[in-house]
């Protein structure tokens, strides 16, 4: 009896804290908000603060480091919620000066702890996603539910500006390639744009495609001895008919930032999309050759019809999740790589921000020097031939 008066009483608390002292999202306002340059400090720049304050959920993941450098060297006060140890969000410290970053723990599945994150900001950007379905979170608690918490919290806060990064080509019934219904993760964040539409029709969401940089989730990936069989890299239809438009995420986290800033932008949606149009199949021998593991040896694409060994491994990888939590490879992820790259109509884009998104030719055989045979030599200039760069496709309006 106790222990339920205590869990109601708790609540009355939490409800008191939600309605005291916070306007009301329905009243118009201007970011960044007129009233803080009052709290301005400093001549800009890191160390300096300019009144704002900006939560960044997912602000540990690849993308999320590469917001908050955006935001915290024109002085913006950041709030870093995290999950688990605090030891693997730690070395965010160094981005702003003392004071111009919080970390908060807190649990997407507990509202509060997701109220008490965003609370005291003026605007909030939710870049939480997964990849990879675990047995505590699936793609629908984290890209729908999870998304629609957020923006509930932000709602109720008074809060004016709400970025939610979703992705290209999300749809409510994706076209099956491997899998019967589809792809989950792209059914999952469809399903999580139109929850944040109700909760707060002025957000503003933000659809990149595939984001490519150091230690990501793309280039490495076909780099990876766990996508290759025996040194060939099976595609679905030898990789011919997957048309893919990659997007360096130092632009992606550019037009975060410019949408959060841009009176024009609530209630818009952004697709980013790469300048530049491949098929998967040109990619992926591109990596082959910036890595100097050549044809010639062994190291090509085939079709992943043909590769039943690799479709046993994968299906193992995917069946037994008490043994690959987060597994390299998966069926899920197999059926995303047969998506192709396509922009839908009345959406705008880097060219809306005012950003020249940069090639993926100038970026990659840097970010793979890792995997290059005798990655450590030091070669003199010239002395490899200049890897051949892959044959670009028309660009699908």
């Not at 913006?76 to 688990?84: A, D, Y």
């Not at 984290?142 to 932000?154: K, M």
């Not at 390639?177 to 059914?187: D, N, V």
Request: proline residues 5%.
């Amino acid at each position: 009896m106790r222990s339920v008066f205590a869990m109601n009483s708790r609540v009355v608390v939490f409800a008191k804290r939600r309605i005291s002292g916070l306007p009301s999202a329905a009243v118009p306002a201007v970011y960044p908000n007129i009233n803080r340059k009052q709290l301005k400090r400093g001549t800009g720049g890191r160390s300096s603060f300019n009144g704002q304050v900006v939560t960044v959920f997912g602000g540990g993941g690849f993308v999320g480091k590469y917001v908050l450098n955006e935001l915290a060297k024109t002085g913006t006060q950041v709030v870093i919620p995290f999950r688990g140890d605090f030891f693997e969000v730690q070395r965010l410290k160094v981005i702003g000066d003392l004071g111009q970053v919080q970390f908060r723990k807190f649990d997407l599945r507990d509202e509060e702890s997701v109220f008490e994150c965003l609370r005291h900001s003026t605007a909030v950007i939710n870049l939480i996603g997964k990849d990879i379905e675990t047995n505590n979170f699936s793609f629908e608690k984290v890209h729908a539910i999870g998304a629609q918490t957020i923006a509930r919290c932000v709602r109720e806060a008074g809060i004016q500006r709400f970025l939610h990064v979703s992705t290209a080509n999300a749809s409510p019934r994706p076209t099956p390639h491997l899998l019967k219904s589809g792809s989950g993760f792209l059914r999952s964040k469809w399903k999580g744009e139109q929850l944040v539409r109700q909760e707060m029709p002025s957000a503003i969401i933000v659809r990149p495609t595939d984001i490519h940089g150091l230690d990501d989730n793309f280039c490495q990936y076909f780099a990876r001895w766990q996508r290759r069989q025996y040194g060939k890299v099976p595609l679905f239809r030898g990789g011919f008919h997957s048309y893919k438009q990659p997007v360096f995420v130092k632009d992606v986290a550019q037009a975060v930032v410019q949408a959060l800033q841009d009176p024009n932008a609530p209630a818009n949606t952004y697709e980013l999309f790469g300048p530049r149009r491949y098929t998967l199949r040109a990619l992926v021998e591109y990596i082959n050759r910036c890595i100097q593991k050549p044809e010639e040896e062994g190291f090509r694409v085939t079709n992943l019809r043909w590769s039943p060994s690799f479709m046993a491994r994968v299906y193992l990888f995917s069946a037994l999740k008490g043994l690959f939590k987060y597994p390299s490879i998966s069926l899920e992820r197999l059926e995303r790589e047969c998506v192709s790259d396509v922009r839908q109509e009345n959406t705008l884009g880097f060219e809306d921000l005012g950003i020249c998104a940069e090639p993926l030719e100038d970026k990659w055989e840097y970010h793979l020097m890792q995997w290059r045979r005798q990655s450590y030599y030091g070669e003199e200039v010239s002395e490899f031939v200049q890897t051949e760069r892959p044959p670009q496709q028309p660009i699908v309006q």
